[in-house]
């Protein structure tokens, strides 16, 4: 009886590492909403108009769906599923939309985000800046230079 027992708790301690190595990723080849954890406001962006490709904070709505497309450098491109064929992108701070090649490793550093998990969500990191995208609570989106760790839950999504 005791070898039985002990070849179920060796079965089972092999899975254990399995699962865990695969809970740190956001998302890999699918659909995503980033709500901030903060104002529990979503990633948004204009499809029309005067201020298409802005990026806001938003409510509800479809302006909020983005497509989540891996990199091979473990980056992502958030690709909007209201204005398809952009992506999210950073400027310095400056943080909006453009048209872009969302296919795997098609797009610039502009373009690509690293989803880094944390303790309190997730913190969405520009390839080419290193600036982490933040949410005012004012209806503004923009990278900011400093990384105010898990304390400012305005710099993290889920």
Do not use: F
């Not at 529990?40 to 499809?47: D, L, P, R």
């Amino acid at each position: 009886m005791k070898y039985k027992a002990l070849k179920v708790v060796a079965v089972s301690a092999a899975i254990v590492p399995v699962l865990l190595a695969t809970s740190g990723t956001a998302s890999a080849d699918g659909n995503v909403t980033w709500q901030n954890k903060r104002t529990g406001k979503y990633i948004g962006t204009m499809a029309s108009g005067p201020n298409k490709g802005k990026v806001y904070n938003n409510l509800s709505g479809g302006a909020n769906s983005w497509y989540d497309q891996r990199n091979s450098d473990g980056s992502y491109n958030q690709v909007s599923r209201y204005l398809p064929g952009y992506c999210l992108t950073a400027y310095g701070s400056e943080v909006y939309t453009e048209p872009c090649n969302a296919s795997p490793d098609g797009t610039n550093w502009y373009q690509r985000w690293y989803e880094v998990s944390t303790s309190t969500g997730w913190k969405l990191q520009n390839k080419q800046s290193g600036h982490i995208l933040d949410d005012n609570g004012n209806g503004t989106i923009y990278a900011n230079g400093t990384d105010y760790g898990n304390s400012n839950l305005n710099q993290r999504w889920g």
